[in-house]
């Protein structure tokens, strides 16, 4: 198994800087990684680093607590977006899921996929399982799912609890099978990460990736 294809390489820590994004990209590109993960600051200087590559730039939306007005959403895809990302990993708002306000998870979605689909970018929705009841995870799995999401993700890394295989095989049970699994949040060894994407992910977001890759036997190119 070829674990890098399967690796967001990722630096969302509020005191990132241009040299950490710098050496992040080189790695990237050095283990061919899926993509790089980034704050929207440096969206892109990423972009640029990485172009003609087949690594994708990816940023965060709403992050990392999620509840910001859905224009405020709006206005980060699209900015995103016009500085290069090529994937976007966007916090649902899950203060209104706790108050199962569908409604308002469904408008966010309604308003901010369509703009997505039109430039033929990636979405990886992110609920913070760890945060979810079985049943908001299941019916958060059923919205997104209906909506057409590209990837449901599990976790910010930023709540108490990150991916788990329980969470990752739950997940997998009510999505439809185009709707694909990021795990992230606490994913340090390639053990883990394996049990993972077993469980039913098809991507893994860490920080740590290179020593993962390492630890697999996997070299730079």
Same mark, same amino acid.
């Given at each position: 198994?070829?674990?890098? *294809?399967?690796?967001?390489? &990722? =630096?969302?820590?509020?005191?990132?800087?241009?040299?950490? /994004?710098?050496?992040?990209?080189? $790695?990237?590109?050095?283990?061919?990684?899926?993509?790089?993960?980034?704050?929207?600051?440096?969206?892109?200087?990423?972009?640029?680093?990485?172009?003609?590559?087949?690594?994708?730039?990816?940023?965060?939306?709403?992050?990392?607590?999620?509840?910001?007005?859905?224009?405020?959403?709006?206005?980060?895809?699209?900015?995103?977006?016009?500085?290069?990302?090529?994937?976007?990993?966007?916090?649902?708002?899950?203060?209104?899921?706790?108050?199962?306000?569908?409604?308002?998870? *469904?408008?966010?979605?309604? &308003? =901010?996929?369509?703009?997505?689909?039109?430039?033929?970018? /990636?979405?990886?929705?992110?609920? $913070?399982?760890?945060?979810?009841?079985?049943?908001?995870?299941?019916?958060?799995?059923?919205?997104?799912?209906?909506?057409?999401?590209?990837?449901?993700?599990?976790?910010?890394?930023?709540?108490?609890?990150?991916?788990?295989?329980?969470?990752?095989?739950?997940?997998?049970?009510?999505?439809?099978?185009?709707?694909?699994?990021?795990?992230?949040?606490?994913?340090?060894?390639?053990?883990?990460?394996?049990?993972?994407?077993?469980?039913?992910?098809?991507?893994?977001?860490?920080?740590?990736?290179?020593?993962?890759?390492?630890?697999?036997?996997?070299?730079?190119?």
């Amino acid at each position: 198994m070829d674990i890098a *294809a399967y690796i967001d390489h &990722t =630096i969302v820590k509020p005191d990132t800087t241009i040299a950490d /994004v710098e050496r992040l990209c080189s $790695e990237a590109l050095q283990y061919h990684f899926a993509a790089v993960c980034v704050p929207p600051l440096y969206v892109k200087k990423a972009a640029g680093l990485l172009a003609g590559s087949t690594v994708k730039t990816a940023t965060v939306i709403g992050f990392p607590f999620g509840y910001s007005a859905i224009e405020a959403k709006l206005a980060e895809v699209v900015l995103a977006i016009v500085d290069g990302a090529d994937e976007l990993d966007m916090v649902a708002n899950i203060a209104a899921v706790k108050n199962s306000d569908w409604q308002f998870i *469904a408008a966010e979605i309604n &308003t =901010i996929l369509p703009v997505i689909r039109n430039k033929n970018r /990636v979405l990886k929705v992110i609920i $913070e399982t760890g945060m979810l009841t079985t049943d908001e995870i299941i019916k958060c799995c059923e919205l997104y799912g209906a909506a057409g999401v590209d990837f449901l993700k599990t976790s910010t890394g930023y709540a108490g609890k990150g991916a788990t295989v329980e969470a990752v095989r739950l997940m997998r049970q009510h999505l439809p099978p185009h709707v694909q699994i990021k795990a992230s949040g606490g994913i340090r060894s390639f053990a883990f990460a394996g049990e993972l994407l077993a469980a039913g992910a098809s991507r893994i977001g860490c920080s740590g990736s290179v020593d993962m890759v390492k630890a697999y036997g996997q070299k730079p190119v």
